[in-house]
């Protein structure tokens, strides 16, 4: 039997609202676009699930919607269901397919890789991943795996026709970031979502169910254009459209959000008014949403790690308003508490581009060939860089940056090899948070182009940031490397206590046509 898993409900009667019967909020459902059904019902006895169970079938047969019975196989059998749904803890697969007739679909629930192991053993028909966020509908036995667990779970169903579906805690405000950010490094996405609360608990749940229809639907259309077509980039291609970016910020001065670091504020500040941009560096929780509303960036940088919420809230209205995020975990390695924090964070929400240097990516990515003391890198850093940095934007859903003597950057697809820069970078605290705050601003640059009358507006609702973050990202690293070079030259540069001053004048004086000449750029 051919389903499609693309919008899964899961019922649970004791969520309705008030004066909402049951086989009302299921129809309206179903009108609103759910493709497949399960009927959880974990407080009733057999006589009541089992009418309950009679009743929903007769409802989704008339949408041609499958019926799945969460656990039940006595209830799934004395109704004809088309499935069940089996947890961890359940009727073993195996002994279930002796008691069902041939055909019956049937899902298992899969918290980690062995659990996914043992459903491709049991020749399923589908695993429920989960849960992927915090959920009040059930009690959690398994830890919550994240979006950014779903994607090495789907790719060991590689080469398998088994399809996925995330459950746990889904609804309208982050179904786009979980459809984006569990998407596989070898390019295996999930089959569908399964929501419960955001359906049921509505008081309208036909467009409750339609809302999360058109997400699916414009992400499902836009990954697989995605996926066919590879935007093919040149050097020249590369300066140009940087140089574009930096003439419409100073004309366009685009406001950015920094949730920085108290050591680099300052800096940050006149560094984003140097490039014709326009800082604000605020913190509180209450002001995120306002902030988001505004066009420019979001940079968000931990080096001092004070406000975790105000981090966390103004990522997902920035994902919301489809405005960039610039993610910038400073000295991600230093603590266990920075790790956790960034792996929070990162779920929480969707980078546009996470920019580090080598042992703040190696940190990120799990590895253990480049190392970290404090904020600082140390070692001679990757063999193989730029395998590393394109690993690694696969692995996030984002652009990657990774600074140092040779700045990288990819889109998972594209490397692009940057070699300007001085050495007294390196002298002056808070350099690379300085590349963060120019990276943010170039992103906001190429957000506001994206959004310009006459440009196409492409599949909105498949989208979590608007514009070319890969133009961004190199934009942004140029900037401030072109513009220490020329700081460094300047007789009035004696050491880092001029130095510092130097490079911000000369980011404020920076031109295109010294950009085009200085930047060193090689397409890998």
Wanted: proline share 4%; hydrophobic share 40%.
């Amino acid at each position: 039997m051919t389903i499609d898993f693309s919008l899964y409900l899961v019922t649970g009667r004791e969520l309705l609202p008030p004066g909402k019967e049951y086989l009302e909020s299921l129809e309206e459902a179903l009108q609103g676009g759910v493709t497949v059904v399960q009927i959880r019902e974990k407080r009733s006895d057999t006589l009541e699930f089992l009418e309950i169970a009679r009743e929903s079938k007769i409802l989704c047969a008339k949408y041609k919607v499958p019926l799945i019975i969460n656990d039940r196989i006595d209830i799934a059998l004395a109704i004809h269901a088309d499935g069940v749904h089996l947890g961890q803890t359940d009727m073993p697969v195996h002994l279930a397919k002796t008691l069902l007739p041939v055909g019956t679909v049937i899902g298992v629930s899969c918290n980690d890789p062995d659990h996914v192991k043992k459903a491709i053993e049991d020749e399923v028909d589908y695993i429920g991943i989960g849960a992927v966020w915090n959920t009040t509908t059930k009690k959690l036995d398994s830890p919550v795996v994240g979006v950014r667990g779903v994607g090495s779970l789907l790719q060991a169903l590689d080469g398998t026709n088994i399809k996925a579906v995330a459950i746990g805690g889904i609804n309208s405000t982050n179904a786009l970031r979980t459809l984006h950010g569990s998407v596989s490094i070898s390019g295996h996405r999930l089959d569908g979502i399964a929501v419960v609360s955001d359906i049921v608990a509505s008081s309208a749940p036909r467009s409750a169910a339609q809302r999360l229809r058109n997400i699916l639907d414009a992400w499902i259309h836009h990954f697989d254009v995605q996926s066919r077509v590879t935007q093919v980039y040149d050097v020249g291609t590369i300066k140009n459209g940087v140089v574009e970016l930096m003439r419409l910020i100073r004309d366009k001065s685009p406001l950015i959000h920094q949730i920085t670091n108290v050591v680099v504020t300052n800096q940050s500040a006149n560094a984003t008014l140097a490039l014709g941009a326009s800082p604000i560096m605020a913190t509180a929780s209450e002001e995120m949403h306002d902030l988001s509303r505004i066009p420019g960036g979001l940079l968000i940088n931990f080096g001092t790690i004070t406000n975790k919420g105000g981090m966390i809230l103004a990522g997902q209205y920035a994902n919301e308003a489809q405005k960039p995020v610039v993610f910038d975990p400073v000295g991600v390695g230093a603590t266990q508490f920075r790790k956790t924090t960034a792996s929070e964070l990162l779920n929480a929400w969707q980078a546009s581009v996470i920019k580090g240097n080598a042992g703040e990516m190696a940190s990120l990515s799990n590895s253990n060939e480049v190392q970290a003391k404090g904020v600082d890198s140390v070692g001679s850093g990757f063999a193989d860089p730029a395998s590393f940095i394109r690993e690694i934007a696969k692995k996030e859903r984002c652009v990657a940056v990774m600074t140092g003597p040779t700045d990288w950057v990819s889109d998972g697809v594209t490397v692009v090899k940057l070699e300007n820069g001085d050495k007294m970078l390196g002298d002056i605290t808070g350099s690379g948070c300085l590349v963060g705050t120019c990276v943010a601003t170039f992103c906001a640059g190429a957000s506001l182009m994206a959004a310009a009358p006459g440009t196409s507006p492409g599949p909105e609702l498949a989208k979590l940031v608007r514009g070319n973050m890969l133009i961004g990202a190199v934009g942004g690293v140029l900037a401030l490397t072109v513009a220490a070079e020329c700081a460094a030259e300047r007789s009035d540069v004696h050491g880092s206590g001029t130095f510092l001053p130097a490079l911000i004048d000369e980011l404020y004086n920076l031109k295109p046509e010294t950009l085009l000449s200085r930047a060193k750029v090689q397409v890998l």
